[in-house]
């Protein structure tokens, strides 16, 4: 370090004859060495590790997949949280959750049917099985939806180690609350 030091101020200039140094060119080459030691420092911790460039190992697919199997039936997008795709995981999230609440509001309409037939209103009483149904179907079918494509596209996001999937359009129309 201090021949590099030596050296610089003798390229420099800053050195004469009769060994003083010139104080200007001094600060201005020291300050230079620091710049370029502080450059190379942030490199090197900023480098990536080389492990992280390889793709997703099989032990990291089953562990997605068994996340995206068990706690994702119920947390939608676990497999994908896991991977490190957090746009899909967020998106599945959501659309699980608007399931849920069609779902729920089917429910409600459903009893809603029961009490009105249970009041002797058999005309309202089928429009309200009917239309809640319909309303609980699809909530169960938005659910289903999520926690399928966590299935299926899990592994993917794996092996691009949290890449959202290219041109993913299917995801984004089912997202109705999407940001």
Partial sequence: MLVAVVSVFVAAGCVGRDERVDPGLARAAR???LAHQRVSELEEFYEEPR????????????????????????????????????????QLSRIGQFGYLLTAIG?????????????GLDGLATS????????????????????????IDTPRAVRERGA????????????VFGD
């Fill in 31 to 33: 300050h230079e060495l």
């Fill in 51 to 90: 492990a992280y460039e390889e793709p997703g190992s099989w032990t990291d697919v089953v562990i997605a997949q068994t996340l995206a199997i068990f706690p994702g039936i119920i947390l939608h997008g676990a497999g994908h949280w896991y991977a490190g795709d957090r746009r899909t995981a967020k």
């Fill in 107 to 119: 429910g409600g309409v459903v009893y809603g049917g029961y009490e009105a037939d249970q009041a």
């Fill in 128 to 151: 309200l099985y009917a239309s809640g149904g319909l309303v609980g179907g699809a909530g169960i079918l938005y659910i289903g939806t999520a926690w399928v494509y966590d299935l």
């Fill in 164 to 175: 959202p999937p290219p041109r993913s359009t299917f995801v984004d129309s089912l997202d």
